[in-house]
């Protein structure tokens, strides 16, 4: 396998030839504050192994976190309850779209896997429950693995989603007429959109990322955030479930590890070689970023690097 | 990472410690022959990239490939149609179990996958579209790349599958309803039934799916079986899909691409690095080999090595 | 409540404007049989508690019974078996079309109501059970009722639908893996379209189901076929259970028990007053005689004769 | 027939046999208030169609109405709005408790009837588009109905169930999110627990739905609620979809319209006959009241009485 790994000439390549790319796909629209957003714009950041970066386009652009941070609640509540917290969500992929209720009522309440909103909802309420300021917590993680202690929340696009949130609000409501939810629900939605809206760009995601790929030690801090087995976990729970109804199709295409979020973001990443980001606000009909998912099967082909 | 790379060290270890464990599963009840067999039964082989094999245990013993061959078919299918395939089975985890019949009303006959019983169905009638004697053509390549000439189908198990075969009358019947089936569907059972009957030990099987470890090119033959790319693309598959509705528990604490089958076998394999085998009858509830899969969750633990 | 009881004026005009409006219906595509015959017929019988006649159209022209046939076959059942009939079938509508699979698998193969097809092929294996020859016994009591001994069944349809019937298969087959069927599947399912096929016109059908209208017994033959109780109990499940998912319709819009086929015939009666029997073959949406039901709305609102 | 038609000795002769039967079921646990009701009771009333009345047991002792006032919110929503209400909720058995969720997705946020409670809550969003004050129009027609003037809500038990009212939120939220609620949530949940809060007796309830049994028009206020065939059409409704996923099986044993509420009580009545009421508040696991059912099952067998 003689592939290129002149990782900045290749993601430069891809990059021009996605912009002259007719199909951009649209903004999330069922966010108020998301559908504003210009869809023609697209950043691209690579971090290796050796901490060298590679970045094109928009890549210092800020964006919304959305479900990628998912991951990130999953870790600090992993970190804490380890393999007891299978006891409130599952591992499996599900075969629907990211917020359908249906199944819910034949699992009794424990999601299928914490990247679908049921799932995040219940690790929130795990979250509040663990800690007594969580947000506090998941931002003190997430400044100290980017090294970027301005990240924050954005309440204009917590309080958006919030106005529009009516199937969260559901499946909160149905988790906890179903028992797997402890806390009061208005704080728990306060929290779960707070989380949602944090607000970074592509260089911060890829360090953020970092320690995913490290064995569950961040790099810049040195910090062990997970053991070398929760993080090989984690990777495994990305690859499965980590796309929405699409997540074998990114396996296919990319053959990477990843999550994305309704902002047009991605994140993925080869354990041992490299974090990846990219942000381009337009969506497929399943609600990952169009250009985003081309740009990386193109990314991975070109080097030859997947996991498979 | 500084973990054992003693292959034959570690595989005996976790073979005498599971032989002491006292949970085995139970053998196949369904279908009459698979029940008769010995559920005391444990092989494991490990073929590494150099062409190197450790083995212990029952690993001579023959079996029935069960829905192991849906790996095989499938690739057979790719080779010849690549990505028009997928107009007739998708690529998604189904989150139900493999003969559910449910999913494939909504889907209108197209299965999620082709390692669930309907997707296999659907890739078998592509082949005997493709091909005047497939299962001539299915020996074929299982020998040559196995290196043994004498594989081929145990009438006894085939007969004794379609006895019982309820549930796959049932799905091929309800596909062809909805159009995705051309063939005549007694003639498409039959040559079902045979391709899960065909049987081999786990050396045979060891050898026969290091083309996926491979780049798609088997080492023993030399034959080129898939593309480089659609190699890697099979192995995706096998990650999501491969063990019904256990596909996130084995990416989880495996962490390979792998497929299993209803007699106790399993195949999983690290691209570049090894193939693994184990056979053992006695299934869990999800119809995985019981000790197969603690087995490997081992093997991955003590080595270090997984995709992820 | 001053309405018209001049049935034979009423039917004549409700005929007669029917015919002149525009929407048919398409007749049963599916079974090739069916698919030949002009959707441009039809006929009306109504036969009062009397014994008193009125008819209109093309009444005496033949068709076969289809799914109708179920009610009668449940009623022989019923005969032997009384309330443990109700362990192999259950009485609640079921929200799904006739030929639905998904809900067997949750319903671990007890079909929710005998006029599923699920439930029709459960009540035939029943009968196989029961009786020697069950075709000879429907037919007799068939012929007693209806005062015809000509009736019979036609092998031509029969043929037809068992040449297309792939979703008859499926269900049988996903019964008998659930354990709910004892009898060998394809004598099963020769029987059941022996059934369905048995051909007869509005006259013989009104005369047939005169016994329910009249606390079980049939008026012409003077055989008391069910008792009162389990009369009234066979009125209520056609009118839950009648019209596939458009029971609900059926009942909102007409207001009478009733039972219609895809050769597009309709029977339908009011205890104490009158049985009433349409056949047009154009079917709408849901596989209801589009003409049929239109004149039997018209009907019960021109006569104000319903249960309600 | 020669039934008995004496109704207060049949209607003593159930209830004294029904009290000294073993199975009382067990009042509704979800909801606190109702909790700590004695389920050891029973009232029952009849009005006959000539004003008679006859009554035994606890029949003055009150009740929340419950479930069964989605029969009167129904009919104050099909008086203004006639055939043009069933573009927002359909008319078809359901197959599912009366709080399922799943079907919701499936139907794009069109309950299949307005008797489950998503169809409820529909009808609720009607009313306050319809209506500046519903549930003083509401409490007018109950009022005027049952000639009581007294009849009014149970803040404590609307405020217990609102408490507890998770799945109700979760279900008003989903539609909402679907599109077919317009109010905002807060207050179209308060008006539909204020509703289900209504307090009255089986004396009040069995006068109240005597315009069902006359063809719409209220015997006692003389007013017209309902032409007659708007009072049939509810009356069919009652039948196919009055008894949650036990519709078919009230329909089978007892053969009339009617409809449940989780506060134990039952209305049921017999067109141009006959209104009759029960309250036992221990329920059977559909969620009605056993003894309520016993009953009816008794006075229907006894008098002969149904619609089939």
């Known amino acids: 396998m003689n592939k290129e790994t ?7 390549q891809i990059h021009q030839s996605l912009l002259s790319s007719a199909s951009l796909g649209e903004a999330a629209n069922y966010i108020p504050e998301l559908a504003k957003i210009n869809a023609d714009q697209m950043g691209v950041f690579v971090l290796d192994q050796h901490g060298q970066t590679y970045q094109t386009g928009d890549w210092q652009k800020p964006f919304s976190i959305q479900s990628i941070v998912k991951v990130l609640t999953l870790c600090l509540a992993y970190q804490k309850l380890d393999g007891q917290l299978w006891q409130r969500v599952g591992v499996e992929p599900s075969g629907t779209p990211f917020n359908s209720l249906g199944n819910l009522e034949f699992e009794q309440g424990v ?39 301005k990240i924050g929340t954005n309440p ?10 009516y199937r969260n609000v559901a499946l909160a409501n149905l988790i906890k007429s179903l028992g797997n939810i ?4 208005d704080a728990l939605l306060d929290f779960y959109f707070d989380c949602c809206s944090i607000t970074l760009n592509c260089q911060d995601l890829a360090k953020l990322f970092a320690f995913l790929s490290h064995h569950g030690r961040c790099p810049q801090s040195g910090d062990q955030i997970l053991n070398s087995s929760q993080a090989k976990r984690i990777n495994a729970i990305m690859l499965t479930c980590g796309f929405y109804d699409e997540a074998g199709e990114f396996a296919y295409k990319v053959g990477l590890p990843g999550k994305s979020g309704v902002s047009g973001a991605i994140v993925a990443l080869l354990p041992n070689e490299f974090v990846v980001t990219t942000w381009s606000p ?27």
Not at 6 to 12: D, L, V, W
Not at 116 to 133: H, T
Not at 156 to 165: M, V
Request: aromatic share 6%.
């Open 156 to 165: 204009l696009i917590a309080a958006s989603e919030k106005s529009k949130g």
């Open 282 to 308: 337009g969506l497929n009909k399943k609600g990952n970023s169009q250009r985003g998912l081309q740009f990386l099967e193109a990314f991975t082909t070109k080097t030859g690097k997947s996991i498979f």
């Open 6 to 12: 002149n990782y900045q000439q290749i993601i430069e």
């Open 182 to 185: 402890k806390q009061d629900i």
């Open 111 to 149: 999601p299928r896997n914490p990247f679908s909103n049921a799932g995040a909802l219940v690790i929130c309420d795990v979250l509040m429950d663990l800690f007594s300021d969580p947000l506090a917590e998941l931002l003190k993680l997430i400044r100290r693995c980017s090294d970027n202690p």
